[in-house]
């Protein structure tokens, strides 16, 4: 079967989904700050339930939308802007996006839907403003970061994406354990003695623990997501699709069952640590059995709002993530070899010329 065929075959209709305004039937977003949708064109300001009951009275209107493979490893959807009419192409795992011509959101109907469904979203509440401040606070202090890092092209390019979470609730059991120890020392006359006493300490327990987070996507790095956490869960909310518009989104490419090892280990570390905090006045607890186990009780797919921006520098991609609803962000920040060269030579010129000064004033003036 020749290649174009194959393709064909591939192929199947795709549709998306769009926001628009009551009042003005013009492109929608939401407004993190106000927690409300506001029209940039007519100012109107809608609630999510006003949206929905909007939504739920338009008709779906559908696109001329196909699925195609572009790579022999990876499928892309090509969309009809229904603002200007303009293709756009996303990648399999892009759920939301904008058209680059008029910037419309677009989002992709079959990336949320069945499997790939959300149960809940927190909304975003810090403004692209917010990750801004947020990143130009990185160069505060930081002489050696290269001069054009936040310039404003980098600036530009922060978006608030809506990152897939798996959220467990899972219950440890079991007991641990422990070599324990401890030192009593005193001295007679001239002889300093030591007492080292030793026990085979258990501590078990029944723990519950829920919404432990681990992310769903192999496109982010765990240990970035890790950093900006904890989001606030009290905050989750039933998942809607409005709440995409202004904003980027990707669904999960790791099946939740896949990564149940990820939150087994975090609850599993969290249960150690509470049972050898138990055994208290010892100087020493060495863990020597594990009778640990772990049993998932519920799972629910969330999408998590981060603000963050990729900087390539010196051909290694820097990271900036920004916690869409706490604030929290960490900044992966190059040094300039060429100026941190420079800052040593003025350095270590500027002290001997201190040095030089101090021992002409000690040795010439002071003899």
């Known amino acids: 079967m020749s290649e174009k065929k194959e393709n064909e075959k591939k192929i ?5 989904l769009e926001n628009r305004c009551p ?13 409300k949708f506001k029209c940039s064109y007519c100012g109107g300001e809608y609630t999510l339930e006003e949206m929905q009951s909007y939504n739920d009275n338009a008709s779906t209107k559908k696109n001329n939308t196909t699925t195609t493979n572009v790579d022999p490893n990876a499928y892309y959807v090509i969309y009809r802007c229904e603002s200007c009419g303009a293709e756009i192409i996303a990648d399999e795992n892009t759920s939301a996006t904008f058209c680059v011509y008029c910037g419309n959101t677009a989002i992709l109907r079959s990336k949320l839907s069945n499997k790939f469904a959300p149960d809940k979203i927190i909304p975003f509440k810090k403004e692209k403003q917010d990750a801004i401040d947020a990143f130009k606070r990185l160069s505060k202090g930081r002489p050696l970061m290269p001069r054009d890092f936040n310039n404003e092209e980098n600036i530009e390019k922060i978006r608030g994406i809506y990152i897939p979470f798996w959220l467990y609730d899972l219950n440890v059991s079991g007991d641990i354990k422990m070599d324990a120890k401890t030192v009593e020392t005193w001295t007679r006359g001239d002889t300093h003695y030591t007492k080292t006493n030793t026990f085979l300490l258990t501590r078990g327990g029944d723990m519950d623990f829920s919404l432990v987070p681990v992310d769903g996507s192999t496109r982010f790095e ?3 997501m890790n950093t900006i ?15 995409l518009s202004g904003f980027y989104a990707e669904k999960y490419d790791t099946e939740g069952e896949a990564i149940f090892n990820e939150a087994s ?7 150690r640590n ?14 020597v059995a594990d009778n640990l186990k772990t049993t998932q009780k519920n799972r629910q797919y969330a999408l998590l709002p981060v603000w ?14 920004m ?5 929290e962000f960490i900044g992966n920040i190059p040094l300039d070899k060429g100026r941190t060269l420079l800052y040593t030579i003025l350095i270590f010129t500027i002290s001997l010329a201190i040095l030089v000064l101090i021992t002409y004033i000690v040795f010439v003036m002071g003899g």
């Open 274 to 287: 509470v049972l050898r905090d138990d055994a208290k006045f010892y100087s020493s607890k060495i863990i």
């Open 265 to 271: 280990l975090r609850a599993l570390n969290t249960a």
């Open 229 to 243: 956490e904890p989001f606030d869960y009290s905050e989750l909310v039933p998942y809607n699709h409005a709440y």
């Open 323 to 327: 916690n869409g609803q706490t604030g």
């Open 23 to 35: 009042a003005c039937t013009a492109s929608i977003s939401y407004n993190p700050k106000l927690g």
């Open 12 to 16: 199947k209709e795709e549709q998306t």
């Open 222 to 224: 765990n240990a970035i």
């Open 308 to 321: 963050m921006v990729n900087v390539k520098y010196k051909d290694k991609m820097h990271i900036f993530a």
